[in-house]
């Protein structure tokens, strides 16, 4: 009988914050800055040209950097502008997130599109960024609520809860990796695409988890951002509004979504075999769902 083949153990890449970041960027030709945007330091990633598009990233410690996966694909057909939310990343914080948004929001819009941009708001920010077009519709071209609490009723699952209070608690590695096994369908396969890249996201939000600003900007966001929307807000968006969302989302379930769907008149674009990350995890599939829901654009 062969003996078993020796186990290689190769030492893990050790990331301080801003190498961390740098890591999770590499690649992407989306220039970095630093605006204030209604009084708030905002930092900034844009690039790309056509018609403007704004990603906002949801409750995560890292900011926008977590848009890395398909970021680069989409500033090649949009002027793609993925900012840092108050308090997160590496933006100033705010007293109160969800009493700044809207300003912050609009000032952004106004620093960095020369037209009413397509707006994507994932996970937290989906509700936020809902009231803003219920009230400001004029400012955007189209809204894509991706994977967000707050446009139903909403309790936050208890292995949610778990997973995120030992986190919050200690932003250790092996927290971190039970935070993330919840979010994704399938972590292990979407890990072994890109390994370094999931070590630097790790280690980036690990660092920032740490501070006590941010810790205190995602209490405030959870609170803000998980809370319902009011149907009659909802219902007074003109903008043309579309959802999409994980098949598999463990932390927002699909049934939010189907029922908001058929409540509002929003077109569902579900993603098979994905949690609440699509645009991490089934990157492809994300971007062609997002091609149908602007304007008919596909990629695949």
């Not at 153990?9 to 990331?15: D, L």
């Not at 905002?42 to 995560?60: A, C, K, Q, S, Y």
């Not at 620093?111 to 707006?119: G, H, I, M, S, V």
């Not at 967000?148 to 092996?174: K, N, S």
């Amino acid at each position: 009988m062969d003996a078993p083949p020796a186990t290689i153990h190769r030492p893990r890449p050790s990331f301080s914050g801003g190498d961390a970041r740098a890591r999770m960027l590499a690649g992407l030709s989306l220039a970095e800055r630093r605006l204030a945007v209604a009084g708030v330091s905002t930092v900034v990633l844009e690039g790309g040209r056509g018609r403007p598009l704004i990603l906002l990233h949801g409750g995560i410690e890292c900011g926008g950097a977590v848009w890395a996966p398909v970021a680069q694909v989409l500033a090649e057909t949009h002027h793609v502008v993925v900012p840092d939310l108050p308090g997160l990343g590496e933006s100033e914080p705010v007293e109160r997130v969800d009493a700044a948004f809207a300003d912050w929001l609009r000032a952004l819009i106004g620093l960095t599109c020369e037209q009413p941009p397509a707006l994507v708001a994932h996970s937290l920010s989906g509700g936020l960024a809902a009231s803003l077009a219920a009230r400001h519709g004029d400012l955007l071209r189209k809204l894509v609520i991706y994977a967000a609490p707050g446009i139903g009723p909403y309790r936050i699952p208890l292995g949610l809860r778990v997973v995120a209070m030992r986190f919050g608690l200690r932003p250790t590695e092996r927290n971190a990796e039970r935070f993330d096994r919840f979010a994704f369908f399938d972590f292990d396969e979407a890990r072994r695409r890109d390994p370094a890249w999931f070590e630097a996201f790790s280690a980036y939000t690990r660092q920032r988890a740490a501070v006590r600003s941010v810790k205190r900007t995602m209490g405030r966001l959870l609170k803000a951002g998980a809370k319902q929307a009011p149907d009659s807000d909802l219902r007074s968006i003109t903008v043309p509004t579309t959802l999409i969302w994980g098949r598999q989302d463990r932390f927002v379930p699909l049934a939010l979504a189907e029922a908001a769907s058929s409540r509002l008149a929003w077109p569902l674009q579900s993603i098979e075999h994905a949690g609440h990350v699509p645009h991490i995890e089934r990157p492809g599939a994300f971007l062609h769902a997002l091609g149908t829901a602007n304007d008919g654009e596909r990629r695949s």
